[in-house]
């Protein structure tokens, strides 16, 4: 939530009382606007309201999910997709390499989901997409697996991934 500037809510990552959801700190109040986007009021951090590109789920006053990034949704088939969590529930089967998932456009569909690993050439998908049906839905299934060399970083070792895809022809 880089609109923020500053924390407005914390989450246990881990240990036995882990969550999976984010609790607001003192003062913190939070709606969502209709893209289903955070929207924060802390008159200690800031004296206007802040409109987030966040999509959260509100569980009460004082608790919510994030489901990801706005900009990041993917619409295939008229299902929003949100590949943060598609990423979350991924990271256990690809825990040896860098991965992301994204869309292509697809005429039936709108767009279709795919994966980008980072991986050499032997990278085997078969073994993955038997995995995939176990922890994803259906429509959270990629449809096209791209194995890449390497990712393209920012300065801070962000992956790029727009330019990835640019670069390896994907997009």
């Not at 959801?21 to 209709?34: A, K, N, Q, R």
């Not at 997409?129 to 990712?151: A, C, M, R, T, W």
């Amino acid at each position: 939530m880089t609109e923020t500037l500053s924390h407005i809510a914390l989450k246990k990552l881990s240990g036995k009382d882990k969550k999976d959801y984010y609790e607001t700190l003192p003062g913190v109040s939070i709606s969502t606007d209709d893209r289903k986007c955070l929207i924060i009021n802390a008159p200690s951090l800031n004296d206007k309201t802040i409109v987030t590109n966040d999509m959260v789920e509100i569980i009460n006053p004082t608790h919510f999910r994030w489901l990801g990034r706005f900009d990041n949704v993917i619409n295939s088939g008229g299902i929003k997709i949100h590949p943060e969590i598609v990423e979350n529930k991924l990271a256990e089967l690809i825990p040896n390499h860098r991965f992301f998932i994204s869309s292509v456009p697809d005429e039936k569909l709108g767009q279709k989901v795919i994966i980008v690993i980072e991986s050499d050439s032997t990278f085997d998908t078969n073994s993955l997409k038997n995995q995939f049906g176990k922890v994803l839905s259906k429509y959270e299934i990629p449809k096209e697996y791209f194995v890449i060399d390497k990712f393209l970083e920012t300065a801070s070792g962000k992956v790029r991934k727009g330019d990835t895809l640019k670069i390896a022809s994907i997009i």
